[in-house]
């Protein structure tokens, strides 16, 4: 039997170019605590949280610092705008930690939300302009703060995708951003983008820049990973199954709900 080198950069044998190949890999590789990693903003820094573990990006031009922007391919995004919303306020130790409610579609609290605020995004207090404000009293917010999740993947590993949550002072630029490939007839799966930091700007707010299209080869994988399960997880899109009314739910349920007024068999109705 003869044995190849495993790195090995010349011709390899034939069954290894087997585009058919069934992977038994993924019987034995365990999945990651969080379902998939996410790309922190946190601080005006990027960084990576993959299992609980947060790993700052080093500056390609200087390891000793963290990179000033990151280059992805967006390989699919959420349509809505996504809603968090903590009930004791977000700050720096809220990173990582469960929301008290939450919305995927922007419609209505998830299946998952450990504590929904409301049967409706549309009519919850917190959904409403000056629910929230600034410590310095000098800006008024919103206490459920809005977001558009990215399924993104490093230019030179795109099977590796990550979540990336633009917050709501990015989605205008965002938007621009997009726009400007629109006119250009070239979809944002089709391009290297690189995601910075607005210097200017108090809180994170992330700017977007086109700096090359992929090749074939590249764009044909983007599209199978973004056929994938991780996919939808990561956006949020993928269905859930139904779970038991929160108290919350239960208490405006029962708030709502019309009162019926037992009545004698003979008797006619009364007008609601």
Not at 27 to 44: E, Q
Not at 173 to 194: A, F, I, N
Request: charged content about 25%.
């Amino acid at each position: 039997m003869n044995i190849i080198p495993f790195d090995q950069k010349g011709s390899l044998p034939a069954y290894l170019k087997n585009a058919d190949r069934v992977s038994l890999n993924a019987d034995l590789i365990t999945p990651s605590a969080g379902g998939f990693p996410v790309i922190s903003i946190k601080g005006k820094t990027f960084a990576v949280v993959r299992d609980g573990v947060r790993k700052v990006l080093p500056n390609p031009k200087d390891p000793d610092s963290p990179a000033t922007s990151v280059d992805v391919v967006i390989v699919r995004a959420n349509k809505a705008n996504s809603k968090v919303f903590y009930a004791k306020g977000y700050d720096k130790d809220s990173e990582g930690a469960k929301p008290d409610c939450y919305s995927n579609d922007g419609i209505a609290p998830a299946a998952y939300s450990k504590n929904p605020q409301a049967s409706k995004c549309a009519t919850c207090a917190h959904n409403q302009w000056g629910s929230r404000i600034s410590d310095s009293g000098s800006s008024k917010g919103k206490a459920c703060s809005d977001s558009r999740r990215l399924a993104v993947a490093a230019a030179g590993l795109l099977n590796d995708p990550m979540l990336l949550r633009v917050p709501a002072a990015s989605l205008r630029g965002l938007s621009e951003y997009v726009s400007m490939l629109d006119k250009r007839r070239v979809d944002y799966d089709m391009v290297v983008t690189k995601v910075g930091f607005e210097v200017d700007a108090e809180s994170p707010k992330l700017s977007f820049r086109a700096v090359g299209f992929l090749d074939d080869t590249a764009y044909a994988e983007v599209q199978e990973v973004a056929s994938t399960e991780i996919i939808t997880n990561i956006i949020g899109t993928a269905p859930t199954a139904a779970t038991p009314a929160t108290p919350a739910l239960e208490m405006e349920a029962k708030a709502e709900a019309p009162k019926v007024e037992k009545k004698p068999a003979k008797a006619e109705p009364k007008a609601p």
